[in-house]
């Protein structure tokens, strides 16, 4: 049985609210979904947005404009 270990994709939505700072979609794996549920309060989707903040990674979940950017590139 193979696992499926936390991978990004390769690109970034910018964020809405103008900070400079890209979100980039993310599929959490086994490694990280236990950080990615406590930060965005249940089980994670399959797709997360996460950004870098200082020394950790902060995840929530995508807007249905992510979603979309996300589904048109292809990614689905």
Same mark, same amino acid.
């Given at each position: !049985? /193979? #696992? !499926? *270990? @936390?991978r990004s994709l390769n690109f970034m &939505?910018?964020?809405p609210e103008g900070d400079g700072e890209g979100w980039q979609p993310y599929i959490p794996g086994v *490694? /990280? #979904?236990r950080e990615v549920s406590r930060q965005i309060g249940h089980k994670p989707p399959l797709y997360v947005m996460r950004s870098h903040n200082g020394e950790q990674w902060v995840y929530r979940e995508c807007s249905e404009s992510e979603l979309y950017v &996300? #589904? @048109?590139r292809g990614l689905t």
């Open positions: !049985m /193979r #696992a !499926m *270990f @936390s &939505i910018p964020d *490694f /990280r #979904a &996300i #589904a @048109s």
